[in-house]
């Protein structure tokens, strides 16, 4: 569950859901979903270089639904926070 896609400004950024490093399979899907949000996610984008790493709420299957284009909307939006 991981994505890499890389914004305008040439940084690549990583994208995985939080807790995928759980080895059982349902209880990593628990702990990255989010608390009273059913089909919502956590993930953790982190770039290349300098910049911040973010924390994303994503829906369903985000690693095969959202765009490039949606991604990087949804991680500036957060560095905006």
């Given at each position: 569950m991981e994505r890499e896609i890389t914004?305008?400004?040439g940084i690549t950024w990583t994208c995985i859901q939080a807790y995928s490093g759980?080895?059982?399979n349902a209880e990593k899907q628990d702990a990255a979903q989010v608390k009273g949000q059913e089909d919502s996610y956590w993930v953790v984008c982190t770039p290349s270089g300098g910049a911040k790493s973010v924390r994303l709420k994503l829906e369903g299957e985000w690693e095969?639904?959202?765009s490039d284009e949606m991604l990087l909307n949804e991680?500036?939006?957060q560095q905006e926070v």
């Open positions: 914004d305008s400004d759980l080895s059982n095969k639904s959202y991680i500036q939006a």
